[in-house]
Nanobody, 118 residues
Framework: QVQLVESGGGLVQAGGSLRLSCAAS????????MGWYRQAPGKQRELVAI???????DYADSVKGRFTISKQNAKNTMYLQMNSPKPEDTAVYYC????????????WGQGTQVTVSS
């Protein structure tokens, strides 16, 4: 069973920066897709950014140009660099990893709180 552990959340001022990390208990090389999601109070969980096993990326329109998703296979870690965060980015951020094919899997971390002050 793969475990994902997020870290790096906390309180940040609007316009500052923050980097979230998602460390996997095993190799991330075989995950087809990894991503960051977030859930604000009273709202549904939403996709923030995704990265494929070929390192192609995609972002929610609300974070394009401000957030950057990346990963280091050698460290089994995925990152989310959050630049110029806004108060509306306040949420619990979750990492996710998906594996397709003959041994499918869909794994979630426990979440890390990000609070952006104005």
């Amino acid at each position: 069973q793969v475990q994902l552990v997020e870290s790096g959340g906390g309180l940040v001022q609007a316009g500052g920066s923050l980097r979230l990390s998602c460390a996997a208990s095993g190799s991330i090389f075989n995950f087809n897709l990894m991503g960051w999601y977030r859930q604000a109070p009273g709202k549904q969980r939403e996709l923030v950014a995704i990265i494929s096993n070929m390192a192609s990326t995609d972002y929610a329109d609300s974070v394009k140009g401000r957030f950057t998703i990346s990963k280091q296979n050698a460290k089994n870690t995925m990152y989310l660099q959050m630049n110029s965060p806004k108060p509306e980015d306040t949420a619990v951020y979750y990492c996710n990893a998906k594996r397709y094919g003959s041994d499918p899997g869909d794994y979630w971390g426990q979440g890390t709180q990000v609070t952006v002050s104005s």
